[in-house]
């Protein structure tokens, strides 16, 4: 079945480092892949979109990887804020736009 | 340009009892998806409404259902409540052409409890 496999764990990391997050997928073959923040009590929030034939995406301090090879995203934030805590969410997206399928989200924690 | 907006925020029903959430989508969107999220996990797909017809649909039972309206506004339905039912629901819209392909504006949600 279709499955997909964000750090089930919290990442904790020092202001003005690099925060790594890593979604994995199986038995799926998107279409598009997006990233969002959600707050708690909050609705998520988009932050990017990569398609299926593009390598890297960047926007501001966020860059996203898109491996179809490996079945794998990377979403990177640089120089970590604590305002960057939040939990974020890997979602597919197949070709006609019809279904979208979420990861369970990794929380992130940047202390100052 | 107004958000995504729901209602109610919070809810409470009892198990067999029925319910109604709506959402209003933002304006110039016409493509609606719903999600349920449980506490700790990722937003599950319900379905999605296009031009007032259902486009896609996830793994719910039929007493899943929704409408959406000629305004693109929505509603979604549960029947037959279970405690299992209790979680955030979530409504997105889409840009007109876009679908859910591009990005999904969310609103908060509404929290519903079922005793």
């Known amino acids: 079945s279709q499955k997909i496999e964000q750090n089930s764990e919290a990442l904790n990391i020092q202001e003005g480092k690099t925060a790594t997050l890593t979604c994995n997928y199986t038995n799926y073959s998107p279409a598009y892949l997006q990233w969002y923040r959600q707050d708690p009590g909050r609705g998520p929030v988009f932050l990017l979109l990569?398609?299926?034939?593009?390598k890297e995406k960047r926007k501001e301090r966020l860059k996203v990887t898109f491996d179809t090879t490996l079945k794998q995203s990377l979403f990177h934030i640089t120089a970590s804020q604590p305002a960057d805590s939040a939990t974020y969410l890997c979602a597919l997206v197949d070709t006609g736009g019809f279904k979208t399928i979420f990861g369970a989200g990794t929380r992130l924690f940047v202390k100052a | 340009e107004t958000g995504v907006t729901q209602s109610p925020t919070h809810l409470i029903k009892t198990r067999g009892q029925q319910v109604t959430l709506r959402c209003s989508s933002q304006?110039?969107?016409?493509?609606v998806s719903w999600y349920q999220q449980a506490l700790g996990q990722g937003p599950q797909f319900i379905f999605q409404y296009y031009r007032e017809e259902e486009n896609g649909r996830g793994n719910f039972p039929p007493r899943f259902s929704g409408l959406q309206f000629p305004n693109y506004s929505s509603e979604l339905n549960v029947n037959a409540l279970e405690l299992d039912d209790s979680a955030l629901y979530l409504c997105?819209?889409?840009?007109?052409?876009?679908?859910?392909?591009?990005?999904?504006?969310f609103g908060p949600g509404t929290r519903l409890t079922v005793l």
């Open positions: 997105a819209s889409s840009p007109i052409s876009s679908g859910g392909r591009d990005e999904q504006f």
């Open positions: 990569i398609r299926e034939n593009e």
């Open positions: 304006s110039g969107h016409n493509t």
